[in-house]
DNA sequence: ATAGTCCGCTACGAAATAAGTAGCGATTGT
DNA sequence: ACAATCGCTACTTATTTCGTAGCGGACTAT
């Protein structure tokens, strides 16, 4: 006699916690990545599709505006970097790289 | 004069570095919001379910089969739990929650 | 034994998101 | 003037995710 589940409810966003919205960002494809990438250099339209193995333009273009709606992302005449807010997330995302080299040892067996 | 995109690539995907790798995985709907509700309790697979918003049986039954592909989540009689590797991902992801509390002020304005 | 309930999970059509390609208008270089 | 490149949009196709119904197994109550 458990509670049934509820018939509806905002599915995957924001309900109540921060960390939430955070999930909903960054799990969706290429947000991780296009970070990444502006991390290591600030890139133009065509050379940050380029970093991320040509991925098409109209999902770029809608990725920017997100993420630029995030305050993660802003737009310059050399191209477009990280915000004060971006690089900050970068910053405790760093250790996934260490991460992902262990993982990496692990799963290949 | 610069390379023109190389017409077929492998998208999304690890080409190269490990780090790419977690970023197909994590930036997949849900699998960070899994695994952030199994590193609080190890949960059934409905309980699991309702804690994720009541996500779709069907997409929760392959994210769980590629967690475990992945050796970050194991099956055991009382329900799904993290590996080794699945509590060592969350330690490093665990400083966003502190990270998504200051966006979460700076954005609302 | 039978019927009811809950479970983990699957099947399958509908909706949403991403990929792929062509090309426009603006800018830059020759 | 001309060609090349740029950021970006429009549009079609492919892939992913949702939502719901329900199966077979385990447990329980009658």
Known sequence: MTTPLPKKLVRGSTSGVAIMAV??????????R???????????FRALQEQCDGMSPSVLNTRIKQLTEAKLVYTTSEGYKLTELGLSLMNTLNPLRDWAAEWEEEIKQ
């Open 23 to 32: 999930f909903d960002l960054l799990g969706r494809k290429w947000n991780m």
């Open 34 to 44: 296009i970070m990444w990438e502006l991390n290591t250099a600030s890139l133009s």
